[in-house]
Nanobody, 125 residues
């Protein structure tokens, strides 16, 4: 499966953005989806994930209550709705997919087989 992430941009603190991750080549319903981010000089960190079965979600504590991950299998697209953005949310955001990942590994970027190219999110104070 090929993934393409887009929707990033420059936004003021407190604002909102919605990132999209469009899948091609395979149906998105076969994969659990994750969003990760990487700020300059930092490691890639887990943001949110949605499981392929049941659609349950999990979030990093730093974004809980502000970000929402969702998927539209008919459109082969996953989303990350980001609200109440903070300057510390500034990073390149990546979507990732995997068909066999298990719950205990959902936050580990090394366990995902497929990655999008990343989209920059910049939050100004």
């Amino acid at each position: 499966v090929q993934l393409q992430a887009y929707g990033g941009g420059l936004v003021q603190a407190g604002g909102s953005l919605r990132l999209s991750c469009v899948a091609s080549g395979r149906t998105l319903s076969s994969y659990s989806m994750g969003w990760f981010r990487q700020a300059p000089g930092s490691e890639r960190e887990f943001v949110a994930a949605i499981f392929r079965r049941g659609g349950s979600t999990i979030y990093a504590d730093s974004v809980k209550g502000r970000f929402t991950i969702s998927r539209d299998n008919a459109r082969n697209t996953a989303y990350l709705q980001m609200s109440s953005l903070k300057p510390e949310d500034t990073a390149v955001y990546y979507c990732a997919a995997d068909s066999t990942i298990i719950a205990v590994s959902i936050g580990d970027p090394d366990k995902y087989d497929y990655w999008g190219q990343g989209t920059q999110v910049t939050v100004s104070s």
